[in-house]
């Protein structure tokens, strides 16, 4: 049979598997006509500000989350895009994460010092990047979604163009991050070798790598690392973590919260994708590393940030601990549960992250500082903001009763079962010691006196917001069986995967 | 529900919801914190008292239990409910609860609302734990109870309070994770045995035979763990450091929960889930954990001695105290355990009542130092002759609660470990030497010229101390009640530690019987124990256990 012309061929796939991408396209689409018609035209003509531009972002957010829960199960566009329940699951993720750092940027909490059409066209086109690479099935789609949302980032990382440490975080993620997306894409080339050059598939490549001769074995075994590394990087696990303190720190307070959580969070479903499909049959090549990286990446994050003085940088290196603690389910020999105990541990973080996050832009906001030495006194100044901070913090350190708890008890739960018992150990005695750092705030907060100064009431839209985080996080446990239900949901269809794919053509 | 689960239930969580409550009351008015705290208390204790009227002595099993689902495919359930040993302890709390909320009147001076709250919070999370019948439920009370406490020390304390607080929670926290490794690993190794994911207690008490026969570095570790978490809390030496740090530091209200309360936790861990659990890997650690219980008896009476600090003194006396309670639990035989839970009881009452003595000058001087006191008998005669009561009662004095626990645990250490019992009498002769001596420095002698001014002890004071007396005094006249209440549930836990046991006697006593048929009429002893040979439906024959007893089971379950 004659192949198909490309353009044909792209028509075909598009009408046929559209149906799969309605949240992306929705996403884009808007975002363009945010940048151009919309913001030269209909800005000026309503006599809106610019800032108002955070309401029509969160709808269309909406909207997508709800299109993203209803898209059908299913494999299309040749097999590189697949619709199942760890990519919807980690869709949501996402989207949830976008929505609430729209909502962290609002003008009312102060963080953004000028507010443009493009901050949230950034905003929905990484967004889309991320629900691509929720779904993506395939190296190479894999690795276009992964730039598609990083790009949109580094700009958004140097929003704060006035700011030098804005600019800075932006330069060093931007060089960083490129030099990663290099590492991953040569190593996905060298598996490509390896495996005779004919597939990028995962499912297939993992059949195929299970079958490799032995002369290949060492492009593979580097291939493996090279992938692994280059993940490792987006998601600022150790030794591949000197990024995102000084990024964390640089970027805007919204984006911070957001990159601890939303890009995260679909690199983790890329880390599911690649070790739990494409790599599964070789992982006694990646388990030793993975295993020494998670480990190493708990200690140095949970220690790292008892000496920070900046909130930002805390948060950040808490964040690298807390990824440490997801690696434990990408070990996970039963990808599936792994993926479910991933999942529930990143939405529960990002309830708490979150929270933590819009204490401190609001404090910010005030003009009251991001050191921990400024947190001193609020139990007095703020009660109601000192309360939901001791929450998320206690909850970040994984006391129960709080969600936080919950999330490392299933996680912790699941890697004991496939014998990671050592790592478990570190985790936990690593969670000790964040308590330490993470009391240190609490007392900051309540065993200080405040300092000098008026203290400005809080405007109801900062005390709905940080409120309702803060009851989430501590009732959040009594709706552990719902919770578990969701959880179930995160399931993969290797069933689904048409027949055809499955018997490629060998050469 | 049944009705007594119901108040076992409202017991438990009405102090939270009191101090929920007490939230929506502005700070300024301290008396409606005062008075609401202690009435929330003495409520909950008044529906406490029931319970202990309709506890049924003849069952070890879990009464008032109560247990709905929670997370079914986890196994996780709400499960509550309490046996004996749970009930003691718990009624010890919410007798201890009233106590501890009026003492707080005159040293808090300021932010009284959140330092209530932090104490009813503090209160319903103690109670949990002592009802917690799932592992996961015990465990989020057990470290839930850390928070309020870190800022109880933390703001109210003492100088060192910000170092006291941090420390405590840091050293609970780390052993309690430990133990949350091994809750897993017998979890899975249940689900690996019977299919079944289940977080109860006594499935995982039951599944002592199968840990029983994996490896030994197995059962090592997971003793270990358990052990750790427990230790931790008791505190037994060398993990003690924290104690001396927290109780001088906290305000006497928190001094008298922790010595009264949260150190009974960590012994409790040791019946509850320790023994019963790996009872085996207990035995071959047992060389290990008999010498840190002695060390911790030896050790904390000698540092108490050389204390200038009052509460340091009291705080190192109970390491030592909790050290004879641990060697009780670990001679592993019924009156070792009875004596343990009962000196639990003993020093939940004389400890708190020393901590509050303290407390009671440290209110009117601002000093805890001995020497800065002498002579205060002359100015203060009703402190001093409390003082003197809760002293007595802390050294063990016939008729009065502490001599019973004593004598107890030292009789069932000696059958088990004569030489170790041996040891542990030395740290009672030290304790009564610190404690008299503290007494002597402090009552008796010159009085200075500030100390004349002192007042005597007032109404309110007169009236939180009133029920440790009639506690003290009762339980040193007729301690009968209170360890027929343990009688079974003590029974269960030998029985599950060594199955052998009752077995073991009842030969012993058959011989005994032989051997004097033999030698016509050789004198039988008094047995002490006559209550477990009834119990024990496989021992009928031993209604006069004959003085071959002790021996018989000197080495039971080959310790070494």
């Given at each position: 049979m004659l192949a198909p012309s490309f353009a044909t061929g792209l028509w075909e796939n598009l009408s046929h598997d559209i149906h799969y991408i309605w949240p992306q396209i929705l996403l884009m689409v808007s975002g363009l006509l945010m940048l151009w018609p919309l913001d030269s035209w209909l800005l000026p003509w309503t006599k809106a500000?610019?800032?108002?531009w955070a309401i029509p972002t969160m709808a269309i957010l909406l909207l997508s989350l709800a299109i993203s829960v209803y898209t059908p199960n299913g494999l299309g566009f040749s097999a590189m895009y697949k619709v199942d329940g760890l990519t919807k699951g980690f869709q949501v993720l996402c989207i949830l994460a976008s929505i609430f750092a729209v909502m962290l940027s609002q003008?009312?909490?102060?963080?953004?010092?000028e507010h443009t059409a493009e901050y949230y066209a950034l905003i929905l086109f990484a967004t889309s990047g991320m629900l691509f690479m929720c779904g993506a099935v395939d190296l190479v789609t894999i690795y276009f979604s992964i730039e598609l949302m990083a790009l949109c980032i580094y700009i958004l990382v140097a929003?704060?163009?006035?700011?030098e440490r804005g600019i800075e975080a932006g330069m060093k993620y931007f060089l960083l991050g490129a030099f990663s997306s290099g590492i991953l894409l040569y190593g996905i080339s060298l598996l490509f070798a390896a495996t005779g050059g004919i597939t990028t598939n995962l499912t297939e490549l993992n059949q195929k790598l299970a079958v490799v001769s032995q002369d290949k074995s060492l492009l593979v075994y580097s291939g493996a690392l090279m992938v692994l590394v280059g993940l490792c990087f987006k998601v600022a696990?150790?030794?591949?973590?000197?990024?995102s303190p000084d990024v964390y720190d640089g970027a805007p307070t919204p984006i911070t919260a957001w990159l601890a959580t939303a890009p995260k969070a679909a690199s983790l479903a890329v880390f599911l994708r690649i070790f739990?499909?494409?790599f599964h049959s070789i992982s006694y090549e990646w388990e030793a590393p993975l295993m020494l990286i998670a480990g190493a990446t708990m200690i140095l994050g949970n220690v790292a940030a008892?000496?920070?003085?900046?909130m930002k940088r805390l948060l950040a290196y808490s964040s690298i601990a807390h990824v440490g603690y997801m690696l434990l389910g990408v070990l996970s020999k039963d990808a599936q549960a792994g993926a479910q105990a991933i999942w529930l541990y990143m939405l529960l973080y990002l309830f708490m992250n979150t929270g933590a996050f819009a204490v401190v832009i609001y404090l910010q906001g005030k003009n009251?500082?991001?050191?921990?030495?400024?947190?001193?006194g609020m139990g007095k100044r703020h009660p109601v903001l000192a309360f939901s901070m001791l929450v998320f913090l206690l909850s970040l350190a994984g006391?129960?009763?709080?969600i936080g708890f919950f999330g490392k008890f299933y996680l912790f739960l699941l890697a004991v079962e496939q014998g990671y018992t050592t790592l478990v150990v570190i985790a936990l005695l690593t969670s000790a010691v964040s308590a330490f750092y993470y009391l240190e705030v609490v007392k900051q907060m309540y065993f200080k006196e405040p300092a000098e100064g008026e203290v400005a009431p809080m405007d109801s839209y900062s005390k709905f917001l940080i409120s309702t985080t803060c009851a989430v996080v501590i009732i959040g446990t009594a709706f552990g069986p719902q919770l578990l239900k969701w959880t179930d949901d995160?399931?993969?269809?290797?069933?689904?995967?048409p027949a055809a794919v499955m018997e490629f053509p060998n050469k | 529900m049944s009705g007594t689960a119901q108040l076992m239930l409202l017991a438990t969580f009405l102090p939270l919801l009191g101090g929920l409550a007490l939230?929506?009351?502005?700070?300024?008015k301290r008396e409606v914190f005062q008075k609401g705290s202690v009435a929330i208390m003495v409520v909950s204790f008044l529906l406490s008292v029931p319970l202990w009227f309709q506890?049924?002595?003849?069952?070890?099993a879990v009464q008032f239990a109560y247990s709905v689902s929670w997370m079914p495919s986890l196994g996780v359930k709400f499960s509550v409910g309490m046996d004996g040993i749970s009930l003691l302890l718990w009624l010890l709390t919410t007798f201890t609860g009233p106590i501890a909320a009026l003492c707080s009147w005159g040293n808090i001076e300021e932010r009284w609302k959140e330092y209530y709250v932090w104490m009813l919070v503090l209160q319903t999370s103690l109670l949990g734990v002592f009802i917690a019948q799932d592992m996961l439920l015990f465990y989020i009370f057990w470290e839930v109870m850390l928070v309020p406490m870190y800022f109880l020390i933390g703001i109210?304390?003492?100088?060192q309070k910000l170092y006291a607080a941090i420390k405590l929670f840091l050293y609970t926290l780390s052993g309690s994770v430990l133990m949350m490794v091994a809750i897993f690993a017998i979890y899975f190794l249940q689900h690996k045995t019977n299919n079944t994911y289940d977080f109860s207690i006594e499935s995982f008490q039951a599944m002592a035979p199968v840990i029983a026969q994996q490896t030994k570095a197995f059962q090592v570790l997971l003793a270990m763990a358990f052990f750790l978490a427990f230790a931790i809390k008791v505190p037994m030496f060398p993990f003690h450091t924290w104690l001396p740090d927290a109780h001088v530091q906290a305000p006497t209200a928190g001094s008298v929960i922790l010595a009264g309360i949260m150190l009974k936790m960590g012994t409790y861990g040791f019946v509850r889930f320790l023994l019963p659990i790996v009872p085996d890997g207990t035995k071959m650690l047992m060389p290990w954990f008999l010498a840190l219980a002695i060390i911790g008896v030896i050790y904390g009476a000698l540092v108490a001695m050389v204390q200038k600090d009052m509460k340091k003194l009291v705080a190192y006396s109970s390491v030592s105290h909790l050290g004879l309670c641990m060697l009780g639990i670990f001679a592993l035989n019924p009156w070792g355990l009875k004596g343990a839970m009962f000196q639990m009881l003993n020093h939940g009452i004389s400890t708190p009542g020393l901590f509050l003595a303290v407390g009671i000058v440290y209110e009117r001087r601002h000093t805890r130092m001995i020497?800065?006191?002498?002579?205060?008998s002359k100015t203060m005669p009703i402190y001093a002759t409390i003082f003197m009561l809760m002293t007595m009662s802390s050294i063990g004095l016939?008729?009065?609660?502490?001599f019973i626990g004593e004598a107890t645990i030292l009789m069932g250490a000696f059958q088990t470990w004569p030489w170790v019992a041996v040891l542990a009498t030395s740290g009672i002769i030290l304790g009564a030497a610190y404690m008299l001596w503290m007494f002597q420095r402090v009552m008796f002698g010159p009085i200075s010229e500030v100390n004349t001014k002192m007042a005597d002890l007032n109404m309110r004071e007169i009236a939180y101390f009133t029920p440790l007396l009639i506690m003290a005094v009762w339980i040193g006249l007729y301690p009968k009640p209170f360890m027929d209440i343990m009688d079974k549930p003590v029974q269960k836990l030998v029985l599950q530690v060594q199955p052998d046991f009752y077995k073991a006697e009842a030969l012993a006593a058959k011989q005994a019987e032989a051997a004097k048929a033999g030698m016509h009429g050789m004198e039988a002893g008094e047995a002490p124990e006559a209550k477990e040979h009834e119990a024990?439906?496989?021992?009928?024959?031993?209604a006069e256990p004959g003085t071959a007893t002790p021996a018989a089971h000197a080495t039971p379950g080959g310790g070494h």
């Open positions: 500000e610019k800032h108002k003008k009312v909490l102060g963080a953004l010092f929003y704060l163009r006035n700011q696990a150790v030794p591949f973590h000197m990024w739990g499909t494409g008892i000496k920070q003085q900046s009251e500082g991001e050191r921990i030495e400024d947190f001193s006391i129960p009763p709080f995160i399931r993969w269809f290797e069933k689904e995967t | 939230l929506f009351v502005p700070n300024e506890y049924d002595r003849g069952s070890a109210w304390g003492g100088p020497a800065d006191y002498g002579g205060l016939p008729l009065l609660n502490g024990s439906p496989a021992q009928h024959t031993a």
